[in-house]
């Protein structure tokens, strides 16, 4: 189907967004058995379906569906503070074992500082060499030498490991080279983590990237000096042409830059967050008629692996039933044909047209410190876009039942004291977000509209 084609067949009201993860197959696989143990051939028995990247540096053999620690359920403490439900974790760890995913990703600061820890008491049941660890230099708020080697040493404690199979500078792009300059090579910490790697505690090299193409044409130049062994991009059908330039960079640049250098990369944000986990009726039922027995989120992992040069892709796990679905779409991969990827295209472009804030619940702008939910309007904002539930005149169809059903859902789904109105603009959000979302005129915006519905002035 061609894409003029699609966008015709699919006009659709107001909604959209969504589809997951990423995925691709290659080689040989790393097997496990049922207990994570090695078999006697040194790899495992259990997971001969999954697809296996081999990392052409090493010859590590990484799964290509990675977990993603980043959204591990929470539950209330003993004291009424948010805690990670390690319970769950340590299951979803023994699925995701189970089924061969190999490669976990945190960092110091993901889920209040907890993820962490919460990954070392799961994975430390399994013996070490079963799999790869990935976190994170995640000094944004503190770039001093002793505080960040501090954060480097204390990462070993909670994660229970003498070595990093993965290690990167989190989320650098936003000022190039200037802003890298000063948070890494001015205090000397380029020089200590290069001797890490030389010492073996670290294994791998590498960086996260959000930023404009400028400042990615900076960092990459630095792999002459530096010989990044990975480099970790935000990747997905929607972000491949559509990134919100320029501050961001498409998909596609960033990933033919890096495959030129036969840098090997590792995805994150397959799904935006979720916001490619649920499209509008239209686009799910061509997407279903196409693949009857697969999931609509399934199409997106596959146009992520359907790319060589993915060593892995992250996706944040939050229950069994994702999980499995996600192991299901590994298992077997089947990359996406040319004409498929042109299809998706077709979606993407559909998906552009909605007046969506381009937020993946990433939580780097929380706590906000006045209180506001910034997440929580997004993400309700964002499901009446994809539902067709915004109010956009007062002469149109079911004013009265759009207008009760935005205003009930918002406060319900918001407290007031949290809600986009409280905003004082004081910017402190701006420069966590990786999306580089301005959030603060987001949040004007959408306060205006809530005001204009609730003084009926539309």
């Known amino acids: 189907m061609k894409r003029r084609d699609f966008l015709k067949d699919a006009a659709i009201g107001a909604g959209a967004l969504a589809l997951a993860g990423c995925s691709s197959g290659t080689v040989r696989e790393r097997k496990t058995d049922g207990a994570g143990s090695d078999a006697e051939d040194g790899t495992a028995a259990n997971s001969s379906q999954m697809e296996i990247r081999t990392n052409p540096g090493n010859g590590d053999r ?3 569906l990675g977990f993603g620690c980043m959204r591990w359920p929470m539950i209330k403490g003993p004291l009424g503070t948010d805690v990670i439900d390690q319970e769950t974790v340590n299951a979803l760890v023994d699925q995701a074992m189970a089924g061969g995913v190999n490669y976990y990703d945190t960092s110091p600061v993901y889920l209040q500082g907890q993820s962490e820890a919460a990954a070392g008491i799961a994975l430390s049941r399994y013996p070490r060499d079963s799999y790869y660890l990935a976190t994170k230099l995640s000094n944004f708020s503190n770039h001093g030498r002793a505080a960040s080697i501090r954060m480097y040493q204390n990462s070993f404690k909670a994660l229970r490991t003498d070595y990093f199979d993965y290690y990167l500078l989190h989320s650098i792009g936003r000022g190039g080279y200037k802003a890298f300059k000063e948070r890494y090579e001015d205090n000397g910490l380029m020089d200590f983590v290069l001797a890490e790697r030389k010492a073996g505690r ?4 590498g960086f996260s990237f959000h930023g404009a193409k400028s400042d990615f044409d900076e960092l990459i130049a630095l792999h ?8 970790q991009i935000e990747m997905n059908y929607l972000d491949w042409r559509h990134a919100k330039e320029p501050r961001n960079t498409n998909a596609e640049y960033l990933y033919n830059e890096l495959e030129k250098r036969g840098i090997p990369m590792v995805i994150m944000e397959p799904l935006l967050g979720g916001r490619l986990a ?15 027995g697969s999931s609509v989120a399934s199409w997106a992992f596959r146009f992520v692996g359907s790319y060589p040069g993915v060593l892995c892709c992250l996706s944040g796990m939050t229950n069994a039933e994702v999980l499995g679905e996600n192991l299901k779409t590994f298992s077997g991969f089947k990359p ?3 004409e498929e990827k042109e299809f998706l295209m077709g979606v993407a472009d559909l998906l552009d047209s909605f007046p969506t804030v381009p937020c993946t619940a990433c939580q780097y702008c929380m706590p906000c410190p006045y209180g506001i939910d910034i997440p929580g309007i997004f993400r309700h904002y964002n499901e009446m876009v994809r539902t067709g539930s915004m109010v956009t005149t007062a002469n149109q169809d079911d004013y009265r039942r759009l207008r009760r059903k935005y205003l009930v859902s918002y406060d319900r789904a918001i407290e007031s004291v949290r809600q986009a109105d409280h905003c004082i603009h004081c910017r ?25 519905l609730r003084k009926g002035s539309f």
């Not at 649920?278 to 061509?286: F, I, M, R, S, W």
């Not at 966590?432 to 005001?451: D, T």
Request: hydrophobic share 35%; charged share 30%.
């Open 62 to 64: 990484v799964s290509l």
């Open 202 to 205: 670290i294994r791998n090299l």
């Open 224 to 231: 002459e000096k530096y010989h990044w062994d990975f480099v």
């Open 278 to 292: 649920k499209l509008p009726d239209a686009a799910t039922e061509k997407l279903l008629q196409r693949e009857p």
């Open 336 to 338: 996406l044909t040319e």
């Open 428 to 452: 402190q959000c701006m420069s966590h977000c990786p999306q580089s979302i301005r959030i603060p005129a987001e949040l004007s915006r959408i306060a205006k509209y809530v005001e204009n």
